[in-house]
């Protein structure tokens, strides 16, 4: 019996040490993704029943407080800007010449009929500070081994209570995630269809949403176009005034 015991022990302390740090590769993500500053030209490509649509916006992001997006195209949306400054979100319409605050309940609308929230569109966290990680296990996403994570939220005031993420432990990206509500229902899904390096990191660059939620659309896939990271952004541009 007092053998049995040990040998219980010890394979459980081996199959301990085998398991991946679930927070040391969420923190590695975070680090791979995260930079002072930068600037991004993208394009959506939302699907609906009637058909497909092109918006390409550019983007300038400071830390994880700050953003500001401009639309380039079509004409119906171009001049259209957004500006996040903490946790208010600030919309500008060149057909109305307004600019409104978006709050509340509001932020969890379709961005121009896509798949993407104005929440998901301005969001930048750092998963770690946010979640607790636990490991699942590992599984194949485009021909690269991933590290499974379940991440649950430390506290209630939080979008997505909980999420599912495929990471590319080579590339420290995640590949795949579901992202659920308190009751666990599944209320987004996004997954990566191409990946780039730039600079000496790789990021996605073909990115498929799906707001499982909302039947109408087959999907908005999100293409990054341009990217430069740390680069210099004059502090005006993040400031109500630069909406007009």
Not at 69 to 86: A, N, W
Request: glycine content about 4%; charged content about 30%.
């Amino acid at each position: 019996m007092k053998w049995s015991l040990i040998f219980c022990l010890i394979s459980c302390t081996a199959l301990l040490a085998q398991t991946p740090d679930a927070l040391a590769i969420l923190k590695k993500v975070d680090e791979n993704m995260s930079s002072e500053n930068r600037i991004f030209v993208s394009k959506m490509v939302i699907e609906s029943r009637r058909g497909s649509r092109e918006i390409r916006a550019k983007s300038y992001v400071r830390g994880t407080d700050q953003a500001f997006t401009e639309y380039l195209s079509p004409s119906r949306e171009k001049g259209v800007k957004m500006l996040k400054l903490g946790d208010e979100l600030w919309n500008y319409s060149p057909k109305s010449d307004r600019t409104i605050r978006i709050a509340g309940h509001m932020l969890r609308q379709s961005l121009m009929g896509s798949d993407l929230s104005y929440d998901d569109m301005m969001e930048n966290p750092i998963l770690h500070h946010i979640y607790d990680a636990f490991y699942l296990g590992e599984e194949e996403i485009i021909r690269q081994r991933c590290t499974i994570l379940e991440l649950k939220a430390k506290k209630a005031d939080v979008n997505y209570q909980k999420r599912k993420i495929w990471v590319d432990t080579e590339h420290n990206l995640v590949l795949k995630e579901e992202r659920y509500a308190a009751s666990g229902k599944l209320l987004k899904s996004t997954e990566v269809l191409e990946i780039m390096q730039t600079e000496d990191r790789w990021i996605p660059k073909i990115t498929h949403f799906k707001d499982e939620l909302q039947n109408q659309n087959k999907g908005t896939t999100f293409i990054i176009e341009e990217l430069q990271f740390n680069a210099d952004i004059p502090d005006y541009i993040f400031t109500k005034a630069a909406l007009k």
